[in-house]
């Protein structure tokens, strides 16, 4: 009878606890307040709990067959319309502390069920060092920490998707590897708003069912927390980021961008020394985060660019899951191109923290050396070398701590090229629909 009363209490806290916690990163777990509040729960044996969200939406499309991809994927071929359930997420968290209440041991499971199947999202552990409390580490399947937006929580966010430049750098925001980060965690710590953190990973993410070559991806960014000036209503956060790594190559060619007659093509490589090379993966990226401490008028600023050295196909500047073959299974080389992008977001809240109106603009350009009518086929060049921009406009409301509903709509340009598919601006806008139930 205690133990079914004991387990009921267990319950019902973690409930209420998870409820008053809003997961922001998709690394984030219980911050130490809630930590402690459980403390007296379990003290050997540690604390479970569940949280989770549900998003279905309605997508309308400016043509049938709209190639959507960064706005939740393509629309079927003779489809301009559709409902959609673009995730659904469970997870569990279970975290241990020490005896002084300081964390110790903490795990997470996620996982993603929508009507186009079940997957795995996060499934991660991590181990806070007790001496000196400044250093923590997580190993298994945690999001990269590289940049700011693909460090948000789906959950949280208020446009429906990240970014195309977020997208097709690290299509997922997860990957199998080990992290080491350096971040204080003493009150009185000098360096309490620093954090480092320092990660290896397979590369490809969850866009492959497995590592297909032996590069991994080295993964830094430094940040700092947002800082709260006492002379001026405003907070400011940002940091750095890199990642090093790449591809081997499959063949013994590759292609990339040279200079020939004072004009940039993609020209091609071929030699035996090239097989088994690492074909680069080179990012740079810094990022600001700007907010004002008013809760009924609220604005939030947040920037990131991000620019380095892209390993794609001749179609795509994604990164590829698997290793790149055609329809008949021959295998195909690799591209290399300078890359740059980046995005804007503002937020504003209006009057009420329930409303807030969403303003995005973001850009991807796959290949920094040739721009416009400088884009044709005669150079080698396709589909994987046109920029795209995007100008997103909506509106969001919460109409209680368990639901809210956005409506959005993407604007697509891309940019006029000589190739025969991009002549023209594609009619690929989308409006969005969405509703978020979470508990």
């Known amino acids: 009878m205690k133990l079914?009363?004991?387990?009921?209490?267990?319950?019902?806290?973690?409930?209420?606890?998870?409820?008053?916690?809003?997961?922001?990163?998709?690394?984030?777990?219980?911050?130490?307040?809630?930590?402690?509040?459980?403390?007296?729960?379990?003290?050997?044996?540690?604390?479970?709990?569940?949280?989770g969200y549900l998003q279905p939406q309605f997508q309308y499309a400016q043509s049938n067959g709209a190639p959507a991809d960064y706005?939740?994927?393509?629309?079927?071929?003779?489809?301009?319309?559709?409902?959609?359930?673009?995730?659904?997420?469970?997870?569990?968290?279970?975290?241990?502390?020490?005896s002084d209440g300081t964390p110790s041991t903490y795990f997470v499971f996620q996982f993603d069920g929508t009507e186009q199947g079940v997957n795995v999202r996060d499934f991660w552990g991590r181990y806070y060092e007790k001496n000196w409390q400044l250093f923590y580490f997580t190993a298994g399947l945690a999001g990269r920490p590289f940049g700011h937006e693909l460090q948000l929580s789906s959950q949280s966010r208020e446009a429906p998707e990240r970014g195309r430049m977020s997208q097709i750098l690290m299509r997922t925001e997860r990957d199998l590897g080990i992290t080491l980060t350096f971040s204080p965690r003493k009150k009185d710590a000098k360096?309490?708003?620093?954090?480092?953190?320092?990660?290896?990973?397979?590369?490809?993410?969850?866009?492959?069912?497995?590592?297909?070559?032996?590069?991994?991806?080295?993964?830094?960014?430094?940040?700092?927390?947002a800082y709260k000036f006492k002379a001026m209503p405003i907070s400011i956060g940002g940091g750095v980021s890199t990642l090093l790594g790449g591809l081997n190559h499959q063949l013994p060619v590759k292609y990339e961008m040279q200079k020939v007659n004072n004009v940039w093509a993609m020209t091609?490589?071929?030699?035996?020394?090239?097989?088994?090379?690492?074909?680069?993966?080179?990012?740079?990226?810094?990022?600001?985060?700007?907010?004002?401490?008013?809760?009924?008028?609220?604005?939030?600023?947040?920037?990131?660019?991000?620019?380095?050295?892209?390993?794609?196909?001749?179609?795509?500047?994604?990164?590829?899951?698997?290793?790149?073959?055609?329809?008949?299974?021959?295998?195909?080389?690799?591209?290399?191109?300078?890359?740059?992008?980046?995005?804007?977001?503002?937020?504003?809240?209006?009057?009420?923290?329930?409303?807030?109106?969403?303003?995005?603009?973001?850009y991807y350009d796959p290949?920094?050396?040739?721009?416009?009518?400088?884009v044709e086929a005669a150079k080698g060049l396709c589909g994987g070398d046109v920029r795209f921009d995007t100008f997103g406009v909506g509106f969001m409301h919460h109409f209680n701590p368990h639901l809210k509903a956005v409506v959005y709509y993407d604007m697509i340009?891309?940019?006029?090229?000589?190739?025969?598919?991009?002549?023209?601006?594609?009619?690929?806008?989308?409006?969005?629909?969405?509703?978020?139930?979470?508990?």
């Not at 320092?198 to 497995?210: D, F, I, K, T």
């Not at 290949?367 to 400088?374: A, D, F, I, P, T």
């Not at 340009?413 to 508990?439: A, C, G, H, M, P």
Request: hydrophobic share 35%; aromatic share 12%.
């Open 4 to 51: 079914c009363k004991g387990l009921t209490l267990f319950i019902v806290l973690n409930i209420f606890l998870v409820n008053a916690f809003a997961q922001r990163s998709i690394n984030d777990v219980l911050d130490s307040t809630t930590v402690n509040n459980q403390l007296f729960i379990s003290k050997k044996y540690g604390s479970v709990s569940l949280s």
């Open 268 to 362: 091609k490589d071929s030699a035996t020394s090239i097989f088994n090379q690492v074909s680069p993966r080179k990012y740079y990226g810094v990022d600001v985060q700007f907010a004002t401490q008013s809760e009924s008028w609220k604005s939030e600023l947040r920037a990131e660019y991000i620019t380095g050295l892209q390993t794609g196909t001749a179609s795509a500047s994604n990164t590829p899951g698997t290793a790149p073959t055609d329809k008949e299974s021959v295998k195909q080389p690799y591209y290399i191109r300078n890359f740059g992008g980046a995005y804007i977001t503002f937020i504003q809240t209006l009057y009420s923290t329930d409303n807030q109106l969403i303003l995005k603009y973001d």
């Open 413 to 439: 340009k891309n940019e006029k090229t000589k190739l025969s598919k991009f002549q023209q601006d594609l009619d690929d806008n989308v409006l969005t629909i969405r509703t978020q139930f979470y508990f």
């Open 71 to 98: 706005q939740g994927g393509a629309f079927g071929e003779n489809a301009n319309n559709r409902f959609r359930l673009r995730r659904g997420r469970l997870r569990a968290d279970y975290s241990l502390v020490n």
């Open 367 to 374: 290949n920094l050396k040739v721009k416009g009518n400088e």
């Open 191 to 225: 360096l309490k708003n620093i954090k480092f953190d320092l990660g290896v990973y397979n590369g490809q993410g969850l866009s492959g069912p497995q590592e297909f070559d032996n590069s991994k991806d080295v993964v830094m960014r430094l940040s700092h927390k």
